[in-house]
């Protein structure tokens, strides 16, 4: 198998695993409602025996807590700490009280079609080694991003809603990318 074809599929692998990371895992979404809803967010930890709120930078309380969190609400920002054992389920029962209030996003094919581009670079690269290649998707990919940036200002398929996130991910690609290709 050539080894544009291969760097294409561990490319393809890659993207798989980061967009499910993103949108399924790591409780990102509990963080995504929490600022859509910043106040309720407040209301509900302070009668949560699971948070600790500060408006100062404070030592965390002990090593069963996690944190030191930061919220920002009304422009002041919050320094959170939470029990280590009770933090899922508190964000659970959160995201159940909430995520029915937020309109449903349809799925991304927009984003998912514009990955084409990426995949195209890869497979165009003939008769590169394995790693160029794929630092060559990864650049491209960057490049992508950018142009997501400055049009569209998200990229969901990869779990990616602001223009900041999108920015950051741009970057951080296709510096990847480059130093895979020259490497």
């Known amino acids: 198998m050539d080894s544009t074809i291969i760097a294409a599929l561990i490319f393809v692998a890659i993207l798989i695993v980061l967009g499910l990371f993103y949108t399924r895992m790591g409780n990102l979404g509990f963080w995504k409602l ?11 930890i302070s009668r949560d025996d699971t948070w600790i709120i500060s408006e100062t930078s404070t030592p965390r309380p002990g090593p069963d807590y ?26 659970q029962e959160f995201i159940s009280k909430y995520k029915p209030l937020t309109p449903e996003k349809t799925f991304p094919y927009v ?5 084409i581009y990426p995949i195209a670079a890869i497979l165009s690269y003939k008769g590169a080694s394995l790693l160029s ?28 809603d602001h223009r900041v996130q999108v920015i950051i991910a741009a970057i951080i690609f296709w510096v990847v990318g480059v130093i ?3 490497v």
């Open 34 to 44: 929490a600022s859509m809803f910043p106040s309720e967010f407040m209301a509900y």
């Open 66 to 91: 996690v944190g030191p969190l930061k919220f920002v609400d009304n422009n002041i920002v919050y320094t959170l700490f939470a029990k280590a054992e009770f933090i899922e389920k508190s964000q």
């Open 111 to 115: 984003s998912l079609l514009a990955l």
């Open 133 to 160: 290649a794929l630092g060559y998707g990864f650049s491209n990919l960057g490049y992508l991003l950018a142009a997501a940036f400055v049009f569209g200002g998200s990229f969901r398929i990869l779990g990616l």
């Open 180 to 182: 895979i290709t020259n």
